[in-house]
């Protein structure tokens, strides 16, 4: 799975996340929210994930 996220520097909210490989499709839910709240990178990698899934790609 590859995956980026694009933020804006000054604020650090996130602007887009793109993820390509297998599962992308069950994961991309959880950026979308991101961007949907406003989120920031800061907050994104705060945000407690479950382990070991693959959910923790967005960390």
Partial sequence: MITS???DIPT?????????????TDL?????LAIKMGC???????????HPTLAEIML
């Fill in 12 to 24: 650090g909210k996130i602007l887009g996340v793109h993820m390509i490989g297998p599962h992308a």
């Fill in 28 to 32: 991309i839910g959880e950026g979308a």
């Fill in 5 to 7: 996220k694009t933020a």
């Fill in 40 to 50: 920031t990178v800061k907050e994104l990698t705060e945000t407690i994930h479950a």
